[in-house]
């Protein structure tokens, strides 16, 4: 009975542990920007589009790899000293990624990708802003552009 007890405090130590070392900041910063990393990689291997035919296919591959990002950030547990810049980071994320849908869901239904594009300008580009501000205060420079 004693080694059942011992193996269960042992257990629960290592647990502990591992919670309390995957909620450093330095943790966080590490993995956040592996996952960045890995997304502007992603990015960078998407064709830029040759047409206007091929616009919506870009974005369409462009969400993916945003989408991904979004939800494997969303996954990592955050230090309580970093949680205020994380959601508004991710709450910048997705202020973007929802943009991008609706604007590669007018570009298929036949709207004009320029004017599209201009119609968002202004709440992409604060966005962006926003989010790039976040991830700067959180030193995790492999998130913001």
């Known amino acids: ?11 629960s130590l290592l647990v502990c542990e ?9 943790t966080y910063r590490s993995q956040a920007s592996a996952i960045c990393t890995k997304t502007d990689k992603a990015l960078n291997k998407i064709p830029a589009p040759k047409s206007a ?8 591959a462009v969400l993916v790899a945003i989408e991904a990002q979004y939800a ?22 997705k202020t973007q990624i929802t943009g991008i849908r609706v604007l590669a869901d007018q570009i298929r ?3 004009d990708p320029l004017k599209a594009m201009k119609t968002l ?3 992409m580009t604060t966005a962006g ?17």
Not at 18 to 26: I, L, Q
């Open 1 to 11: 009975m004693r080694i059942v007890a011992l193996a269960v405090v042992f257990v």
């Open 18 to 26: 591992s919670a309390v070392a995957a909620t450093t900041p330095s």
């Open 53 to 60: 035919a091929q616009i919506g296919k870009y974005f369409d």
């Open 72 to 93: 494997s950030l969303g996954k990592l547990s955050v230090p309580s000293s970093l949680a205020a810049s994380v959601s508004k980071a991710l709450t910048a994320e």
């Open 109 to 111: 239904k036949g709207a």
């Open 121 to 123: 300008d202004k709440t």
């Open 129 to 145: 802003n926003a989010e790039d501000a976040a991830w700067k205060k959180l030193k995790i420079s492999a998130c913001y552009s």
